[in-house]
């Protein structure tokens, strides 16, 4: 009777938490689906401590491209309900992480994953232009991993849906 009970709550358990993610009108639920990365819009502002403990000047580079299938900021998303994961990618040194399934959480427009990470942040953004159209805004900024300076990097990857 126990295995009964908690064969049971493990499948309840399962079932609420796919129809929250599942709510149509969530976030979460618009981004199920096969997702290629169309365009890149990028921002990035740093400095460094000079030898005499003064801040250099203020490095800045901008840049906003189409992505070409096949190039390395080329990729093909597949999100499901309960992870994401890398089903085509053009990085060659990212190769080993096609088809991975890594867990994602979202709250509001926030989504967590460690497979869309930065140097400071693994949290973006996410904003639809439509329905086939999906942007991930990140702000990934923060003082150097080893105390030489401070970096401010922005990034909007606009992805569309593959049919």
């Not at 049971?8 to 709510?23: A, E, H, K, R, Y």
């Not at 009108?25 to 400095?47: F, L, P």
């Not at 901008?62 to 499901?80: A, K």
């Amino acid at each position: 009777m126990k295995k009964l009970f908690f064969i049971w709550g493990i499948i309840t358990l399962v079932l609420s938490l796919n129809s929250c993610v599942l709510d149509p009108n969530s976030n979460a639920s618009k981004m199920i689906g096969d997702w290629e990365t169309v365009h890149i819009t990028e921002s990035d502002m740093w400095w460094y401590y000079n030898e005499d403990g003064t801040q250099s000047e203020m490095n800045t580079y901008e840049n906003s491209y189409d992505i070409i299938p096949g190039s390395e900021d080329w990729s093909i998303l597949r999100i499901t309900p309960l992870a994401i994961s890398a089903i085509e990618i053009g990085d060659e040194e990212s190769q080993e992480l096609l088809n991975i399934p890594f867990p994602y959480s979202i709250k509001g427009d926030q989504f967590t994953s460690l497979l869309i990470t930065g140097d400071y942040t693994n949290t973006v953004t996410v904003s639809f232009k439509d329905d086939d159209t999906m942007i991930f805004y990140m702000n990934d900024s923060g003082f150097m991993e080893d105390n030489s300076g401070y970096e401010e990097y922005e990034s909007w990857i606009t992805y569309r849906r593959v049919k």
